[in-house]
């Protein structure tokens, strides 16, 4: 009985999950410089997967606090040099319009960096843009 009341008393959402971090940390502040280097190289991809769809040259922007890093792994062992990260972005155009969401996966090594996985999930939905910036949309 007293178990059933324990149970039943907890919270079955989880705070920890898909939260925004409150405050600043080394980790955090790692991902952000690693965000930041890899910021060219997603906006290099971007505007050639996107340059069908859009009639401005290089769109969309990529900010950095639309970036989450998903995923790391050392592939190669303890103190190895080569890693996978994967990236779940969410560019924009203009005052921040969403226009979709990607998943990148890179590998970092000592040679460079590599995309090894780019994929599209969604966007852009001609509904999510005011009508003065659909002109943006071919």
């Given amino acids: 009985m007293i178990l ?12 920890a999950v898909g939260k925004t971090p409150l405050e600043d940390s080394r980790e955090l502040q790692l991902q952000d410089m ?15 997967v996107y340059s069908d769809v859009f009639t401005v040259p290089g769109s969309p922007d990529i900010y950095p606090y639309f970036v989450d890093v998903k995923h790391t792994e050392r592939v190669n062992g303890f ?3 080569e890693f996978l990260i994967t990236l779940d972005v969410h ?3 203009g005052p921040h319009i969403p226009v979709g969401e990607d ?31 659909q002109d943006l949309l071919k």
């Fill in 91 to 93: 560019p924009t155009v």
């Fill in 4 to 15: 059933i009341s324990i149970v039943g008393t907890q919270s079955l959402y989880c705070n």
């Fill in 34 to 48: 690693l965000v930041l280097l890899l910021l060219p190289h997603m906006q290099e991809k971007l505007a050639e």
């Fill in 103 to 133: 998943i990148f996966t890179y590998r970092i090594s000592p040679i460079g960096v590599e995309l090894k996985k780019f994929e599209h999930l969604k966007g852009p939905n001609k509904n999510d843009f005011p009508p003065n910036y």
């Fill in 79 to 81: 103190r190895g040099f």
